[in-house]
């Protein structure tokens, strides 16, 4: 491997993102194109999505994952799909609202199905793909109030399974990254909820429920996990498949 190649190991390969403009997803799009990749930035915020595909030369997508209908008839050339794009909601399931409850899991499973859907034939053509599902530490285990969220993240761990056994006679691997409570925008928005449904104050919130569970009493850092991704997207990612990479700060080592 050339010395280039060495330091950009994702050269050549495209790259789409979902949720690409802010948090994880950002942090994402960031490490793909620092190793090499042309990203697209697919997120629902056009503004942040164009400034941050403008800062790493890559390419906006203004895309509403919620409309999952728009996504049935597309096919996409790409050779690293990230399904990164979430959203929360925390509520208890008698007050939950259905269609809130179905928006969730339209977003955070119906679509990344059909994304996977769409991006396969491209990869089994060139056999080389590789899937990478942000899931979380609740694909793995559950807590109160985040019905949506909890069944939405075990069906894509299910998703992600079948997609890997599918895909590995076309070299197409396909991991879930499980963190724990990472430092975002989705998290800092649900410290009042949490708050509210546990009967507590936000800092109260903040250190006996988000982070009471992690053995490393810290969130995790969206710039390691960008980073993981483009571990998992490169050349050294392709037996890892199938399976979870967990960064829960220890939270199911109990």
């Not at 890997?164 to 410290?191: D, K, M």
């Not at 009967?199 to 710039?223: T, Y």
């Amino acid at each position: 491997m050339s010395e280039q190649n060495a330091t950009q190991p994702l050269a050549g390969r495209r790259a789409i993102v979902t949720g690409g403009a802010s948090g994880i997803g950002a942090a994402t799009s960031r490490a793909l194109a620092e190793h090499g990749a042309q990203v697209v930035v697919a997120d629902l915020n056009e503004a942040a999505a164009e400034q941050l595909a403008g800062e790493i030369s890559g390419e906006p997508w203004v895309v509403d994952l919620g409309d999952t209908g728009q996504l049935e008839e597309l096919r996409l050339e790409a050779d690293i799909l990230v399904n990164n794009a979430g959203l929360q909601q925390v509520t208890p399931i008698q007050d939950f609202d259905p269609e809130r409850w179905r928006l969730l899991n339209r977003v955070m499973l119906e679509a990344p199905f059909l994304l996977i859907r769409a991006c396969l034939p491209h990869m089994y053509a060139q056999s080389f793909g590789r899937i990478i599902n942000v899931s979380s530490v609740h694909g793995l285990v559950a807590s109160a109030y985040k019905s949506a969220y909890v069944a939405a993240k075990h069906g894509l761990e299910g998703l992600s399974k079948v997609t890997a056994l599918e895909g590995a006679e076309h070299g197409v691997t396909s991991v879930c990254v499980n963190p724990g409570y990472a430092w975002t925008g989705i998290v800092a928005n649900q410290v009042p909820d949490q708050a509210k449904a546990h009967g507590m104050s936000e800092d109260e919130v903040v250190e006996k429920v988000m982070l009471a569970p992690h053995a490393v009493k810290r969130f995790v850092d969206p710039g390691d996990l960008g980073q993981l991704i483009a571990f998992l997207a490169g050349p050294h990612g392709s037996m890892i498949t199938g399976s979870d990479v967990v960064v829960d700060g220890g939270w199911t080592a109990r």
